[in-house]
C-alpha cells in the first residue's frame, strides 16, 4: 500500500441532486416488491470456473422458476452453443411456464444478435438484452469511440434488433438496454444512450422496454448510486413505458445496499444472482436483498422458505459454497456461539408467542420461515455462558435448570472448554452433567440405590429405608423426615441442609421422566451445591437427587457395618 493512496484513487466526485427524494423514503414503505430477474444463467455463468452445462442449467432455472422468478436471464446464446441449446430446450420441451419470461443478452454486433433472436424462436415472451460500455475510460482506453459514435453504435443495433423482431410478431419483444458501466458514465451521456435505445425501439405501448443501470464495477458509496437512479428516474423520456432496473455489483461490499437504495430512489426491477455469485465479488446477493424486505414487512414475492434445498442447488450447480456466514443461508448465522447472545436468545425464544410480531434478540427472522430449525442456534465453546448449556440441555433433555445450577455447572463446562479448546457438542454437555450429577460417586466409586421402602413415619412425617451399593458394599439407611426429601437426606446424610427444590418433567405417559434438582449444604458447611436426578419413577428420581447431593458434597454417610457383597 502506498502512503497516499489520494495520489493514487480519486473519491467519485457527488451527483448535483438539488432536492432529492430518496432519503426521506422508507424501505418497508414499498407499495410492492421489486420484479426480480435471475442472472444467474448469465452474470452469475460467466463468472464460473466451468460454466454449466445444459442439465445444470436445466436444473438451476427450474428452482429458479420453484422459487417464484418471473424473468430469468438463462445465457449468452451467441457466445457459446451450450447456451444456444439451453435456450432451444427450454422452448422446445415446452418447459418455461406461462408467466415467466426468458432474457438473453448480446452485445452490438450484428450477427450475434441475429444469432440470440435464432435461438428465441418459439418463445412466447422472450427480452433481448442489449449492452455496450458508456463510461469514459471504456470509451477511451477499450473502444476507442468518441460519445456520438456510442451513440450510433446503440441506433444501430436497436433498430437492427427491432427488424429482426417485428418479422417474428409471435412472439412478444421486450428490448432491455444497459449502458454498461453507467455507474461510471457522465449521467447526460448514460441518458442519452438510453434516449438513443428508447427511439430506435419506439419504447411506447405494447413496445416496453427495460433501462437497466448497472454498477458493472461497484465505485461509490450506495447514497451516490441511489441519486445517480433517482436523477435518471426524473430524466428519462417515456418513463410510463419503461421498467427502471439496476443491476448492483458488489465490488465495495455494498451491493445490497445499493439495491435498497435504488428501489427507494425509482427502480422498480433489480437484476442479481442468489447467494451473490458473479464477477468478481458478485452480483447483489437477491436471497438477501428478498429477506431484507421480508423482515421490514413486505413480501417479496418469492418463496425462499427452504432456503437450504435453494443452497444446495446453487452449490451443486456453480461448485461454489455458500460463505458459512452468508447473510440468512450461511451454516452459521442462527448460531450463538457467545454466553451473552445466547441467554438472551434463550430468553427471546421462551418469550415469544406464537402469532405475535417477531421479537428475539440476535435473531432478525425467525428460522423456521426459511426452512431453517432451531437445531444449532445455539452451541458451546469457551466463549459461552450458563444460558447456552442451560438451553441445549433443556432442548434435548427436558431439563430445566434453576439459575444457580446454571452458575454451578456452566463452570464445568468452562473447565472442560478451556482444556479441550473445542466446542462442546450437546452430546458432550450431556455427558459432563451425567457424570458430574448422575452418576453419584462415593469415595469407592459410583453409589447406587438399590431399592427403597416408603412407610408414614410415627410423627406424620415420611419414614425411609434406602439399601445402597458402592462397589462390591452394601448397606442399609434409614431415616424421617417432613417429607421424602427430607427423610432422604437424614438416611444418607444426617445434618445435610436442603434448600431450593425444583421438579419437573419430561415426554408423556410411560415415557414421563422426573427430573429433581435440589440445593443443600453439608452440616456446618456455608457453601452449596446441587443433586440432580432423574426417572420414570418420581420416588426414585427424588432419593437420588438427594443421593447425588449428598455425594458432591462429600458427606454421604456409610454405617460401619456395611457388609461386603
Ligand atoms: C459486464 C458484462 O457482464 S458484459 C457481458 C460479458 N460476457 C461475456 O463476454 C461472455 C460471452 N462473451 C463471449 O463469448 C465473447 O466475448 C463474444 C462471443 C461476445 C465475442 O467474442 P470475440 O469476438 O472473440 O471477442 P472478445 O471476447 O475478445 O471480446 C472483445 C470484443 O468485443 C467487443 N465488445 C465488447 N463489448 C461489446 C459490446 N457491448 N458491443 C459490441 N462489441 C463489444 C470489443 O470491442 C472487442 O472487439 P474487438 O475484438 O473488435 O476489439
Ligand atoms: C448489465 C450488464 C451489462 C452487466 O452485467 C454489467 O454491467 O454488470
Ligand atoms: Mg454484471
Redesign the pocket.
Known amino acids: 500500500m502506498i502512503d497516499h493512496p489520494a495520489t493514487k484513487y480519486h473519491p467519485f466526485p457527488a451527483i448535483d441532486l438539488p432536492q432529492r427524494q430518496w432519503p426521506s423514503r422508507h424501505i418497508g414503505q414499498l407499495a410492492q416488491a421489486p420484479i426480480w430477474l435471475s442472472t444467474d444463467l448469465r ?1 452469475g455463468n ?1 463468472a464460473l470456473f466451468e460454466p454449466m452445462n445444459v442439465e445444470r442449467k436445466m436444473m438451476f432455472f427450474e428452482r429458479l422458476v420453484a422459487c417464484g422468478f418471473r424473468e430469468i436471464e438463462v445465457g ?1 446464446p ?3 452453443q451450450t447456451d444456444f441449446d439451453t435456450v432451444r430446450r427450454l422452448i422446445e420441451e415446452d418447459r418455461v411456464p406461462e408467466g415467466v419470461t426468458l432474457m438473453v ?1 448480446t ?3 450484428e450477427d ?1 444478435i441475429e444469432r440470440t433472436v435464432a435461438a428465441l424462436r418459439g418463445a412466447r415472451r422472450a427480452i433481448v438484452h442489449l ?3 458508456t463510461a469514459p475510460l471504456w470509451r477511451e482506453v ?2 476507442g469511440l468518441s460519445v456520438p459514435e456510442v451513440m450510433d ?1 446503440v441506433d444501430h443495433h436497436v433498430r437492427h434488433l427491432r427488424r429482426l423482431t417485428d418479422a417474428v410478431p409471435e412472439t412478444e419483444w421486450v428490448l432491455q438496454y444497459s449502458p ?1 458501466t453507467f455507474c461510471m458514465t457522465e449521467l447526460p451521456v448514460s441518458l442519452q444512450a438510453c434516449r438513443t435505445a428508447l427511439d430506435a425501439w419506439d419504447a411506447g405501448p405494447g413496445r416496453p422496454v427495460i433501462i437497466n443501470l ?1 454498477t ?1 464495477v461497484e465505485v461509490a458509496t450506495p447514497n451516490v448510486f441511489a441519486d445517480q437512479i433517482e436523477w435518471m428516474d426524473r430524466h428519462l423520456p417515456r418513463r410510463e413505458h419503461v421498467v427502471l432496473s439496476v443491476h448492483p455489483h458488489n465490488d465495495r461490499g455494498t451491493g445490497v445496499a445499493c439495491a435498497e437504495l435504488a428501489l427507494l430512489a425509482g427502480a422498480q426491477r433489480v437484476e442479481g444472482c442468489l447467494f451473490g455469485n458473479g ?1 468478481r465479488s458478485g452480483n447483489v446477493d437477491l436471497v438477501t436483498l428478498a429477506l431484507n424486505l421480508y423482515t421490514q414487512g413486505v413480501h417479496p414475492g418469492l418463496d425462499l422458505s427452504d432456503l437450504p434445498a435453494l443452497v444446495q442447488v446453487a452449490e451443486q450447480c456453480t461448485a461454489l459454497p455458500v460463505h458459512p456466514r452468508h447473510p440468512y443461508a450461511g451454516d452459521l448465522v442462527f448460531t450463538a456461539f457467545s454466553g451473552s447472545h445466547q441467554d438472551a436468545i434463550k430468553k427471546g425464544l421462551a418469550a415469544q408467542r406464537p402469532g405475535a410480531p417477531w421479537a428475539v434478540p440476535y435473531l432478525p427472522i425467525d428460522p423456521a420461515d426459511i426452512g431453517r430449525s432451531y437445531e444449532g442456534i445455539i452451541r458451546v465453546n469457551s466463549q459461552s455462558g450458563k444460558g447456552g448449556i442451560a438451553y441445549l440441555l433443556e432442548r434435548d433433555h427436558g431439563l430445566v435448570m434453576p439459575r444457580r445450577l446454571q452458575v454451578e455447572f456452566s463452570a464445568v463446562v468452562q473447565r472442560h472448554a478451556d482444556a479441550s479448546e473445542a466446542e462442546v457438542t450437546s452430546a458432550a454437555l450431556w455427558q459432563l452433567f451425567s457424570r458430574h450429577y448422575l452418576s453419584p460417586q462415593g469415595a469407592e466409586g459410583a453409589v447406587t440405590l438399590s431399592s427403597w421402602q416408603v412407610q408414614p413415619g410415627p410423627q406424620g412425617g415420611v419414614r425411609v429405608r434406602l439399601s445402597l451399593a458402592m462397589g462390591e458394599q452394601r448397606w442399609a439407611a434409614e431415616g424421617e423426615g417432613a417429607d421424602l426429601l427430607q427423610a432422604a437426606a437424614q438416611a444418607l446424610a444426617p445434618g445435610l441442609r436442603l434448600g431450593a427444590v425444583s421438579r419437573s418433567s419430561t415426554g408423556r405417559g410411560r415415557a414421563t421422566q422426573h427430573w429433581v434438582l435440589v440445593e443443600g449444604a453439608a452440616a456446618g458447611a456455608a457453601s452449596t451445591a446441587f443433586g440432580a436426578s432423574h426417572d420414570a419413577d418420581v420416588e426414585r428420581a427424588t432419593l437420588q437427587a438427594v443421593l447425588s447431593l449428598a455425594c458432591r458434597l462429600g458427606c454421604l454417610a456409610r454405617p460401619a457395618e456395611a457388609v461386603e457383597a
Request: hydrophobic share 50%; no cysteine; proline share 10%.
Open positions: 452474470d460467466q449468452f451467441a457466445a457459446s443478452m452485445p452490438l454486433r450475434l449492452y455496450n460500455a477499450v473502444f453504435l454498461e448497472p458493472t464477477e
